[in-house]
């Protein structure tokens, strides 16, 4: 038991390192060129946001610290 | 070749180690990082091959990776994944244009880091809770009406009598548990940022900065809350780079 909240603690610990580096931080604009493959990034964020849902809730009687 | 900007960083008497840090990783795809700078400000780019690369989830992580360790050395601003400008030059106007926007940023998250806190409920439990709550209530406040106890009319108030009283229980609930972590945000001198409701599950998504040696005691804080709140789970993590307080977009 303890095995398996730790190991979805390390996914919501990725999902959260993704929805920060894709999603927050400085912005560049104007003549740069914001390069990534968006649609796919996007889907596979949205996706996974929506897996860490239910595997939070799954957390619920789990550990609620996670260590990075 | 294009660049592609990882963060910036005060380069204030911190050139030379920078400099020998970053000498010792390497950027996406292995090329070399290295510092474009200007003045007291830096970025730290690697160059970018756009066309024979596929970017994906495991780059996302890998550039993450690599802003976290700058970031165990340094004061720096995270820059968005996949920024990417068309040469040293640009990058260097870029700084220049942005210049006192950039250092008022790093000045703000000196030494600092970010923690990031979900709070989950179970929503059919809590609710069920307040409802019995809430029904006693109700029955209370109601006097007995003219048009008999079984009216359609009747049933329709209490319903939503009911469900107004279940939404002001749920949002003082959630502002009694804010209320109580701002107490120890603000002892910590934290800055702040609350969300509430974002799900029927997620009742509270909040992201902290503050002071790199305060994170133990914010860990502390955060389960002696918990505790307080046995039906709630919260989620802790951290320490991050201050991504959810860089108010920035460069020009």
Do not use: W
């Given at each position: 038991m303890y095995d398996n909240v730790i190991d979805r603690s390390k996914d919501i610990t990725i999902l959260e390192l993704l929805d920060r580096v894709l999603n927050k931080g400085v912005i560049l604009t104007g003549d740069i060129v914001i390069s990534v493959a968006d649609v796919d990034l996007v889907y596979l964020g949205v996706k996974l946001m929506l897996s860490s849902v239910e595997t939070m809730e799954q957390l619920k009687a789990g550990k609620g610290i996670i260590e990075k | 070749m294009e660049k592609l900007?990882?963060?910036?960083?005060?380069?204030?008497?911190?050139?030379?180690?920078?400099?020998?840090?970053?000498?010792?990783?390497?950027?996406i795809s292995g090329f070399d990082l290295f510092v474009?700078?200007?003045?007291?400000?830096?970025?730290?780019?690697?160059?970018?091959?756009?066309?024979?690369?596929?970017?994906?989830?495991?780059?996302?992580?890998?550039?993450?990776?690599?802003?976290?360790?700058?970031?165990?050395?340094?004061?720096?601003?995270?820059?968005?994944?996949?920024?990417?400008?068309?040469?040293?030059?640009?990058?260097?106007?870029?700084?220049?244009?942005?210049?006192?926007?950039?250092?008022?940023?790093?000045?703000?998250?000196?030494?600092?880091?970010?923690?990031?806190?979900?709070?989950?409920?179970?929503?059919?439990?809590?609710?069920?809770?307040?409802?019995?709550?809430?029904e006693a209530i109700i029955k209370s406040d109601i006097a007995p009406s003219a048009e008999g106890k079984n009216s359609v009319y009747r049933e329709w108030v209490n319903k939503k009598l009911t469900e107004h009283r279940l939404e002001e229980m749920m949002i003082t609930f959630v502002d009694s548990v804010i209320a109580a972590l701002s107490v120890s945000l603000t002892r910590l001198n934290t800055i702040y940022k609350f969300k509430k409701m974002v799900t029927a599950t997620t009742i509270i998504d909040a992201v902290f900065l503050l002071d790199k040696e305060k994170k133990d005691a914010l860990i502390q804080s955060v389960e002696v809350i918990e505790k307080q709140f046995p039906g709630l789970n919260f989620l802790l993590t951290g320490p991050w780079p201050p991504y959810n307080f860089v108010e920035i977009v460069l020009k």
């Open positions: - | 900007i990882y963060s910036l960083v005060s380069a204030k008497n911190n050139l030379e180690a920078l400099n020998a840090l970053l000498a010792e990783m390497k950027g474009v700078a200007t003045d007291e400000v830096a970025a730290v780019v690697s160059d970018f091959d756009r066309s024979g690369t596929a970017t994906d989830r495991t780059m996302a992580i890998e550039y993450a990776g690599l802003i976290e360790i700058m970031a165990q050395h340094f004061t720096l601003l995270p820059v968005r994944f996949g920024s990417v400008m068309e040469s040293t030059d640009l990058i260097l106007k870029m700084l220049e244009r942005n210049y006192h926007e950039i250092q008022q940023n790093l000045q703000k998250v000196d030494n600092k880091c970010e923690f990031g806190l979900k709070i989950l409920c179970d929503p059919e439990k809590i609710m069920a809770d307040m409802k019995s709550k809430t």
